[in-house]
């Protein structure tokens, strides 16, 4: 059973660089027509598609956040990470992993909260 | 971007009552292929989301029946035909059919 985990730190302190991997067991992520997305959800609010990764390694950003954001594949830990520059307050919100396709994303990591705060 | 419209934004049901929720979005989500590229997920309180109904109308493996997901090009709903307790969170609809991936505001059903 595929099994994705967000990993990274909790506190990011304003205009610095939010990075978080997600572990991805069960299953490769080179395998298969799949993207790896990275998807937020600031408290108490909606969810926000980020971007994701292609298995081939092709990169989709959303454009509100494309000029701060990097998403890649390390292929031989089975992860791929985000990268998030010039962090602010609003960039606070839990951040999920998923596997995406074109039916959807279909598997989800448990999230991890991340504050940016000084 | 495709803009992602929901309604209503919150649900009130009774247990074993029916319950809709609709979704319409900015563009045509009708691929060349005849997919719809809409999805619903359900997001449960203290959990991630997870995938209900996927290219409009087909159920995720172990979504019970009693979910159902119809429509076609720009205007989709989500049906539940007999709610239970367990089926309270957020709605939320997604297209996938172009970048950025967008989603709706997301519907909070609520038990009576």
């Known amino acids: 059973q595929l099994q994705l985990q967000e990993s990274g730190p909790g506190l990011v302190k304003p205009s610095e660089t939010l990075s978080l991997t997600c572990t991805v067991s069960?299953?490769?992520?080179?395998?298969?027509?799949?993207?790896w997305g990275w998807i937020r959800q600031p408290p108490g609010k909606g969810l926000e598609w980020i971007g994701s990764v292609y298995y081939s390694g092709n990169t989709y950003y959303n454009p509100s956040l494309e000029s701060r954001v990097i998403i890649s594949l390390d292929t031989p830990k089975n992860q791929f990470s985000l990268k998030l520059s010039s962090v602010t307050a609003a960039d606070t919100a839990v951040y999920y992993c998923?596997?995406?396709?074109?039916?959807?994303?279909?598997?989800w990591g448990q999230g991890t909260m991340v504050t940016v705060s000084s | 971007e495709i803009v992602m419209t929901q309604s209503p934004l919150s649900l009130p049901v009774t247990p074993g009552e029916p319950a809709s929720i609709s979704c319409r979005s900015s563009q045509s989500l009708l691929h060349s292929n005849g997919n719809n590229h809409l999805h619903w997920y359900l997001q449960k309180p203290g959990q991630s989301p997870h995938l209900l109904i996927y290219?409009?109308?087909n159920r995720a493996s172990g979504v019970p029946d009693r979910f159902s997901g119809s429509g076609s090009g720009t205007d989709f709903t989500l049906k539940i035909s007999r709610v239970e307790t367990e089926d309270v969170g957020v709605y939320y609809c997604m297209q996938g059919l172009q970048s950025p991936n967008t989603f709706g505001q997301g519907t909070r059903l609520e038990i009576k």
């Open positions: 290219l409009g109308s």
């Open positions: 998923a596997r995406q396709s074109g039916v959807g994303a279909t598997n």
């Open positions: 069960g299953g490769s992520i080179s395998s298969g027509n799949y993207y």
